[in-house]
Protein backbone atom coordinates (compact mmCIF):
# COMPACT_ATOMS: atom_id res chain seq x y z
CA UNK A 1 0.00 0.00 0.00
CA UNK A 2 1.63 3.64 -0.79
CA UNK A 3 2.00 6.03 1.91
CA UNK A 4 1.45 9.76 1.95
CA UNK A 5 3.45 10.95 -0.82
CA UNK A 6 4.39 14.70 -0.40
CA UNK A 7 6.66 17.06 -2.63
CA UNK A 8 9.38 18.29 -2.33
CA UNK A 9 11.89 17.19 0.56
CA UNK A 10 14.02 20.82 0.61
CA UNK A 11 13.46 23.89 -0.05
CA UNK A 12 14.95 27.02 0.60
CA UNK A 13 13.86 30.13 -0.31
CA UNK A 14 14.30 33.95 0.38
CA UNK A 15 12.01 36.05 2.44
CA UNK A 16 9.41 37.31 0.80
CA UNK A 17 8.94 34.59 -1.41
CA UNK A 18 6.36 32.24 -2.51
CA UNK A 19 6.30 28.33 -2.23
CA UNK A 20 3.81 25.45 -2.51
CA UNK A 21 3.91 22.21 -1.10
CA UNK A 22 2.31 19.10 -2.84
CA UNK A 23 0.73 15.69 -0.86
CA UNK A 24 -0.59 12.69 -1.89
CA UNK A 25 -2.84 11.24 0.70
CA UNK A 26 -3.35 7.17 0.79
CA UNK A 27 -6.26 6.07 -1.36
CA UNK A 28 -9.45 6.25 0.26
CA UNK A 29 -8.49 8.66 2.87
CA UNK A 30 -11.47 11.26 3.17
CA UNK A 31 -9.76 13.40 5.67
CA UNK A 32 -6.49 15.46 5.07
CA UNK A 33 -3.99 17.37 7.45
CA UNK A 34 -1.62 20.05 7.04
CA UNK A 35 1.02 20.77 9.82
CA UNK A 36 3.95 22.57 10.52
CA UNK A 37 6.73 21.86 12.65
CA UNK A 38 9.13 24.25 14.05
CA UNK A 39 12.41 22.63 15.26
CA UNK A 40 12.19 21.16 18.93
CA UNK A 41 8.32 21.51 18.89
CA UNK A 42 5.32 19.39 18.31
CA UNK A 43 3.50 19.47 15.57
CA UNK A 44 0.88 22.32 15.03
CA UNK A 45 -2.17 21.65 12.96
CA UNK A 46 -2.79 24.48 10.20
CA UNK A 47 -5.72 22.89 8.72
CA UNK A 48 -7.92 19.71 8.10
CA UNK A 49 -9.84 18.67 4.88
CA UNK A 50 -12.63 16.48 4.57
CA UNK A 51 -12.94 15.28 1.13
CA UNK A 52 -12.63 18.86 -0.57
CA UNK A 53 -14.10 20.58 2.41
CA UNK A 54 -12.56 22.86 5.47
CA UNK A 55 -13.31 21.25 8.62
CA UNK A 56 -10.87 23.62 10.47
CA UNK A 57 -8.22 26.05 8.94
CA UNK A 58 -8.16 27.92 12.85
CA UNK A 59 -4.52 28.19 13.27
CA UNK A 60 -3.33 28.54 9.62
CA UNK A 61 -2.03 32.29 9.17
CA UNK A 62 -4.47 32.82 6.54
CA UNK A 63 -2.87 36.16 5.34
CA UNK A 64 0.21 34.08 4.12
CA UNK A 65 -1.20 30.68 4.26
CA UNK A 66 -3.46 28.79 2.11
CA UNK A 67 -4.73 25.51 0.97
CA UNK A 68 -6.44 23.79 -1.73
CA UNK A 69 -7.97 20.10 -2.06
CA UNK A 70 -9.63 19.90 -5.50
CA UNK A 71 -10.94 17.22 -6.28
CA UNK A 72 -10.99 15.46 -2.95
CA UNK A 73 -7.79 13.65 -3.02
CA UNK A 74 -4.18 15.81 -3.39
CA UNK A 75 -3.75 19.04 -1.57
CA UNK A 76 -1.25 21.74 -1.92
CA UNK A 77 0.00 24.45 0.52
CA UNK A 78 1.16 28.07 -0.15
CA UNK A 79 3.04 30.43 1.71
CA UNK A 80 2.60 33.83 -0.23
CA UNK A 81 5.06 36.05 0.95
CA UNK A 82 7.33 33.77 3.28
CA UNK A 83 8.71 34.98 6.50
CA UNK A 84 12.15 33.99 8.00
CA UNK A 85 9.81 32.27 10.92
CA UNK A 86 7.79 30.09 8.38
CA UNK A 87 11.31 27.88 8.46
CA UNK A 88 10.23 24.56 9.45
CA UNK A 89 8.52 21.00 8.09
CA UNK A 90 4.94 20.89 6.71
CA UNK A 91 3.91 17.65 7.36
CA UNK A 92 0.67 15.87 5.21
CA UNK A 93 -1.20 13.32 7.15
CA UNK A 94 -4.25 11.54 5.98
CA UNK A 95 -6.68 9.27 7.69
CA UNK A 96 -9.67 7.14 6.83
CA UNK A 97 -11.80 9.09 9.44
CA UNK A 98 -12.01 12.37 10.98
CA UNK A 99 -10.85 10.87 14.60
CA UNK A 100 -8.72 8.08 13.23
CA UNK A 101 -5.49 7.04 13.05
CA UNK A 102 -2.88 9.32 11.05
CA UNK A 103 -0.84 8.51 8.04
CA UNK A 104 2.24 11.00 7.73
CA UNK A 105 4.47 11.62 4.98
CA UNK A 106 8.26 12.36 5.38
CA UNK A 107 7.54 16.23 5.09
CA UNK A 108 9.09 19.24 3.24
CA UNK A 109 11.75 20.84 5.16
CA UNK A 110 11.56 24.51 4.08
CA UNK A 111 14.73 27.30 5.15
CA UNK A 112 13.68 30.75 4.66
CA UNK A 113 16.79 32.84 4.48
CA UNK B 1 -6.84 24.38 25.28
CA UNK B 2 -7.06 21.96 22.73
CA UNK B 3 -3.37 20.25 23.02
CA UNK B 4 -1.48 17.93 25.61
CA UNK B 5 1.30 18.36 27.58
CA UNK B 6 3.71 15.95 27.81
CA UNK B 7 6.44 15.04 30.97
CA UNK B 8 9.19 14.79 31.17
CA UNK B 9 10.37 16.65 28.04
CA UNK B 10 13.39 14.78 27.71
CA UNK B 11 14.30 11.37 29.24
CA UNK B 12 17.63 9.04 28.97
CA UNK B 13 18.11 5.58 30.00
CA UNK B 14 19.94 2.55 29.59
CA UNK B 15 19.13 0.02 27.07
CA UNK B 16 16.82 -2.44 28.66
CA UNK B 17 15.23 -0.27 31.25
CA UNK B 18 12.01 0.54 30.93
CA UNK B 19 10.75 4.63 30.25
CA UNK B 20 7.44 6.02 31.01
CA UNK B 21 6.24 9.18 29.39
CA UNK B 22 2.86 11.04 30.77
CA UNK B 23 0.57 13.27 28.75
CA UNK B 24 -1.87 15.38 30.83
CA UNK B 25 -4.78 17.50 29.33
CA UNK B 26 -7.77 19.68 30.05
CA UNK B 27 -10.83 19.07 27.84
CA UNK B 28 -13.14 15.92 27.48
CA UNK B 29 -11.83 13.52 24.61
CA UNK B 30 -13.07 11.24 22.56
CA UNK B 31 -9.63 9.36 22.25
CA UNK B 32 -6.04 10.19 22.69
CA UNK B 33 -3.66 8.76 20.51
CA UNK B 34 0.39 8.41 20.97
CA UNK B 35 3.03 8.47 17.91
CA UNK B 36 6.23 8.23 17.45
CA UNK B 37 8.61 10.51 15.68
CA UNK B 38 12.15 9.54 14.50
CA UNK B 39 14.89 12.44 13.08
CA UNK B 40 12.48 14.77 12.68
CA UNK B 41 10.18 13.51 10.20
CA UNK B 42 7.26 11.71 9.73
CA UNK B 43 5.53 11.02 12.51
CA UNK B 44 4.25 6.91 13.29
CA UNK B 45 1.34 5.75 15.14
CA UNK B 46 1.74 3.42 17.90
CA UNK B 47 -1.30 3.56 19.87
CA UNK B 48 -5.17 4.76 19.87
CA UNK B 49 -7.13 4.45 23.39
CA UNK B 50 -10.81 5.18 23.60
CA UNK B 51 -11.98 7.55 26.38
CA UNK B 52 -13.98 4.16 27.51
CA UNK B 53 -10.55 2.33 28.04
CA UNK B 54 -8.29 2.39 30.87
CA UNK B 55 -5.33 0.37 29.66
CA UNK B 56 -4.08 -0.76 25.92
CA UNK B 57 -1.02 -2.90 24.97
CA UNK B 58 0.87 -3.26 22.06
CA UNK B 59 4.14 -5.22 21.90
CA UNK B 60 6.50 -3.73 24.53
CA UNK B 61 3.83 -0.79 24.78
CA UNK B 62 2.10 -0.34 27.45
CA UNK B 63 -0.82 2.91 27.51
CA UNK B 64 -3.08 3.86 30.47
CA UNK B 65 -5.79 6.41 30.69
CA UNK B 66 -6.90 8.01 33.28
CA UNK B 67 -10.41 10.20 32.23
CA UNK B 68 -10.50 11.86 35.77
CA UNK B 69 -7.48 12.47 36.67
CA UNK B 70 -7.23 13.76 32.34
CA UNK B 71 -3.97 12.08 31.92
CA UNK B 72 -2.45 9.41 29.85
CA UNK B 73 1.03 7.54 30.47
CA UNK B 74 3.11 5.42 27.63
CA UNK B 75 5.02 2.93 29.08
CA UNK B 76 7.97 1.43 27.17
CA UNK B 77 9.69 -1.83 28.42
CA UNK B 78 12.24 -3.52 28.14
CA UNK B 79 14.08 -0.65 26.04
CA UNK B 80 16.89 -0.82 22.67
CA UNK B 81 18.53 1.68 21.20
CA UNK B 82 16.19 1.81 18.16
CA UNK B 83 13.74 2.96 20.90
CA UNK B 84 15.31 6.54 20.85
CA UNK B 85 13.00 9.02 18.98
CA UNK B 86 9.96 11.79 20.58
CA UNK B 87 7.16 10.37 21.62
CA UNK B 88 3.83 13.16 21.41
CA UNK B 89 0.35 12.44 22.55
CA UNK B 90 -2.42 13.98 20.45
CA UNK B 91 -6.00 14.51 20.94
CA UNK B 92 -8.40 15.80 18.46
CA UNK B 93 -5.68 15.92 16.18
CA UNK B 94 -3.67 18.12 17.53
CA UNK B 95 -0.14 17.26 19.27
CA UNK B 96 1.69 18.33 22.29
CA UNK B 97 5.32 19.30 22.95
CA UNK B 98 6.68 15.76 23.04
CA UNK B 99 9.08 13.38 25.11
CA UNK B 100 12.44 13.47 23.78
CA UNK B 101 13.49 9.40 24.53
CA UNK B 102 17.63 8.73 24.63
CA UNK B 103 18.06 5.30 25.01
CA UNK B 104 21.81 4.19 25.80
CA UNK B 105 23.31 1.12 24.13
Known amino acids: EAGVAQSPRYKIIEKRQSVAFWCNPISGHATLYWYQQILGQGPKLLIQ????????DSQLPKDRFSAERLKGVDSTLKIQPAKLEDSAVYLC???????????FGSGTQLSVL | SQQGEEDPQALSIQEGENATMNCSYK?????LQWYRQNSGRGLVHLIL?????REKHSGRLRVTLDTSKKSSSLLITASRAADTASYFC?????FGAGTRLTVKP
Open chain 2, 49 to 53: IRSNE
Open chain 2, 27 to 31: TSINN
Open chain 1, 93 to 103: ASSFSGQGKLF
Open chain 1, 49 to 56: FQNNGVVD
Open chain 2, 90 to 94: AFYMR
